[in-house]
């Protein structure tokens, strides 16, 4: 049986996490159409991935956002020393 597949964009009003040990449930929450909302309008997508994939779907969202990442390292203090 196939599943259903329903690509309307939505706008993102929500979301929630929970660590489950080596796993992180993800639940975001949209809606379709433009305010006011009532609780049926609030769509959910409950999503489980392992953290390695949290990790790579964060570091999408900040260069996809043109954001710089605040978790960079710092240079080490020989680099800074020699740095141009």
């Known amino acids: 049986m196939a599943a259903k597949h ?26 379709t159409s433009p305010p006011p909302h009532a609780s049926g309008d609030v769509h959910c997508a409950t999503l489980l991935m392992n953290k390695q994939q949290a990790v790579l779907l964060g570091e999408y969202l900040y260069k996809a956002s043109g954001e710089t990442d605040t978790h960079r390292r710092r240079p080490g203090l020989i680099d800074r020393l020699f740095a141009g």
Do not use: K, M, T
């Open 6 to 31: 329903d690509d309307q964009p939505g706008a993102l009003v929500g979301w929630s996490s929970q660590d489950l040990g080596d796993r992180i449930l993800l639940r975001l929450e949209n809606v």
